[in-house]
């Protein structure tokens, strides 16, 4: 069983920047590519980042590309979220999830997800 634990999220002001981490226990880290997803009040979840089991690959959503990053230490166990010149359009729960299979951006081919961890962007 595979259990993800999300943090860093908070109430800051647009401009900022913030960094979200999950930490994976359970299974070998290693084996699984990562993901983050956000949900805004009243919309559904959507992708945000993924990351394969290396690091080597990372996967963008549009709507935050040149101003998120996310990155991984295996050792760690703990895939990152940096988050650099924040939007209030950004507010949303932040989920993080883990994949067996190759990185994407499909919610339905994460096998675990984590609980959230709220950012909220005051403009």
């Known amino acids: 069983q595979v259990q993800l634990v999300e943090s860093g999220g908070g109430l800051v002001q647009a401009g900022d920047s913030l960094t979200l981490s999950c930490v994976h226990s359970?299974?070998?880290?290693?084996?699984?590519?990562m993901g983050w997803f956000r949900q805004a009040p009243g919309k559904e979840r959507e992708f945000v980042a993924t990351?394969?089991?290396?690091?080597?690959?990372?996967y963008y959503a549009d709507s935050i590309k040149g101003r998120f990053t996310i990155s991984r230490d295996n050792a760690k166990r703990t895939v990152y979220l940096q988050m650099n010149s924040l939007k209030s359009e950004d507010t949303a729960v932040y989920y993080c999830?883990?994949?067996?299979?190759?990185?994407?951006?499909?919610?339905?081919?994460?096998?675990?997800w984590g609980q959230g961890t709220q950012v909220t962007v005051s403009s």
């Open positions: 359970g299974r070998t880290f290693s084996n699984y590519a």
């Open positions: 999830a883990a994949d067996l299979g190759p990185p994407g951006p499909e919610l339905s081919r994460y096998d675990y």
């Open positions: 990351i394969n089991w290396k690091g080597s690959m990372t």
